[in-house]
């Protein structure tokens, strides 16, 4: 049982944690009446994972819950007279993250009054402060680092080789920006109000203003965290600004965006805020080493190193008898396919099988597949469950294993999740069994596929998108069948959703990325229509 100051009690199995104190994450949010009041006494815990305990809203609605990152998770937000609520929220590792604002109402009305498609959104601009990677070699002529405005002085030690470094940055009164640009020169129509909502670190600052040309907001972090507590190394902004028009009240447009802040540095020397040039420290935890000088060497945001993880450099046999034991040195056949578990494991698909790479670094097999030599497919996680799915191009399936662990027949252990393994042809009567059990559906040739954090599937089968959802029906999403309507996306904003022809898909929340055919473009679409992203 942990205690706060504000005697909030948080109920955790810790053991639960301690494992992996590696993925720990801390999820902050806040919960509202739909008159904006905060709620207090509002019980918050984790759907799937009621040994993880549970924390109240305190009296301004706000909790804190400790998780593993590196999965979905689903909140459960409980108080009389309310609705239970449920939130699922995608948690990396080792973050503090904060949560959209959380409305509790009597009734539950979540379908807009209004039409949204004819309303333009403004694309908000994030510019922040520079990293203190700059210094000067000669102070003495210019003082002031133009790149950061920092002032940087430098005084020789008489009978030495030292010098004696001042540096503004390095100063607690020293304050990382981030300018916030909403809106541009001309406003949409009917835009009334504009939202700003800043987090970095668990601290969330809101700010609502009316709509103007050229708005912009400056955003000053005083380098602290939701705790008070003095934030070292670089830390994640997230910037969501949100648009709210006349014709529609009730609903907010919402861009989100990120930005790099660095917070306080390290103090080699010690000195009253001057340094010896040639005393430098290494911040191991953020990775960045600061010298003494003033300069700083960002060491986290340099290009990842490649080191191995699996496989010696020769190929095993087919029937892989000694595929289980230690990841590194044990061989491999032909790697097609990885994908990652919410545990931290590595799934890869080595040719015929499908085997997990344990975070200690132990690998087992945990499904067997065609030993054809054409074979071709592809793996994704269920974000929230961890739950592992195969598409499957040679056998016109979509496979899950039915247990990760303690497996004892390979072969038996594949379910199937859509596809009977019969062809779907063009103008297929039946429309390929969309709108009936997946299972009993025709497909073309799945390939890529994602899972959302609702657990819908989807896949790539052919030119077209299709879903699976929560209790096996599928359906298509996006393109055609039909061997004449699908198309390259045009240059215009939008355009009929069965018109386009993509290929795989990768899933953020509510969207669906699907880079074309032979095409430089990545296009973003969400029912009911495709949307031009971005030419790359």
């Keep these: 049982m942990l205690t706060d100051a504000a005697c909030l ?67 459960s937000l409980k108080r009389d007279p309310f609705p239970t609520l449920h939130r699922t929220v995608w948690l990396p590792w080792k973050v503090f993250h904060v949560m959209d604002t959380v409305m509790m109402k009597r009734e539950n009305n979540n379908i807009p009054s209004c039409h949204l498609i004819g309303l333009v959104r403004p694309s908000p601009l994030i510019l922040a402060s520079p990293l203190s990677t700059f210094y000067r070699s000669s102070p003495k002529d210019s003082p002031i680092i133009p790149e950061t405005q920092v002032l940087h002085e430098e005084v020789a030690i008489p009978g030495s080789d030292l010098n004696l470094v001042y540096l503004s940055s390095r100063t607690s009164g020293y304050k990382p920006i981030l300018k916030v640009l909403m ?20 601290r969330l600052f809101q700010k609502s203003l009316p709509a103007f040309p050229d708005l912009s907001y400056t955003f000053v972090w005083d380098k602290t965290d939701a705790y008070n507590q003095k934030v070292y190394g670089l830390s994640e902004a997230i910037v969501s600004v949100g648009y709210e028009y006349e014709s529609c009240l009730d609903v907010i447009l919402w861009e989100k965006r990120t930005a ?42 340099q290009p990842p190193v490649i080191s191995t993880v699996m496989g010696n450099g020769r190929r095993r046999s087919i029937s892989c008898p000694s595929c289980n034991g230690q990841a590194l040195g044990n061989k491999l056949l032909a790697p097609l396919a990885l994908a990652w578990g919410i545990d931290g494991s590595l799934y890869v698909g ?38 592992l799915y195969v598409s499957d191009t040679y056998s016109r399936r979509i496979y899950r294993p039915k247990v990760l662990t303690g497996i004892k027949e390979l072969q038996s252990n594949a379910e199937v999740v859509a596809g009977t393994g019969e062809h779907c042809l063009p103008f ?25 954090k609702n657990g819908l599937i989807y896949f790539v089968d052919g030119t077209t998108i299709r879903r699976v ?48 055919v032979r095409s430089h473009r990545a296009n973003l679409t969400a029912p009911p229509c495709g949307t031009l992203l971005a030419n790359l």
């Design 9 to 75: 009690f948080v109920y955790l199995i810790l053991f639960a944690f301690v494992h992996r104190h590696s993925l720990a994450s801390i999820i902050r949010g806040q919960v509202l009446t739909g008159d904006g009041t905060p709620l207090i006494g509002v019980n918050v815990s984790f759907r799937d994972y009621p040994e993880y305990g549970y924390t109240v809203t305190r009296q301004d609605g706000m909790f804190d819950l400790l998780a593993n990152g590196g999965a979905s998770l689903t909140l």
């Design 428 to 452: 297929d009567e039946t429309h390929c069994g969309d709108g009936a059990k997946a299972t009993e559906a025709l497909l073309t040739g799945p390939k890529g596929i994602a899972v959302d």
């Design 350 to 387: 080595d040719f015929n099988y499908i085997r997990r790479v344990y975070p200690s670094g132990n690998v087992t097999s945990v499904m067997e597949l065609s030993n054809n030599p054409a074979h071709r497919y592809y793996l994704a996680t269920d974000p929230v469950t961890g739950q």
């Design 469 to 516: 959802d929560q209790h096996g029906i599928i359906s298509t999403l996006l393109g055609s069948n039909d061997l004449t309507s699908a198309r390259p996306l045009t240059c215009d904003i939008s355009m009929e959703i069965n018109q386009v022809a993509v290929r795989v898909p990768v899933m953020p929340p509510s969207s669906l990325f699907c880079p074309q």
């Design 183 to 202: 809106t541009q020169e001309r406003l949409p129509f009917g835009l009334m109000k504009v939202h700003l909502k800043v987090a970095v670190m668990g």
């Design 260 to 301: 790099i802040l660095q917070g306080y540095e390290l103090d080699a020397s010690n000195m009253g805020g001057w340094m010896l040039d040639k005393h430098h420290v290494l911040d191991i935890q953020n990775g960045i080493l600061y010298k003494g000088s003033g300069e700083n060497q960002f060491i986290s945001l």
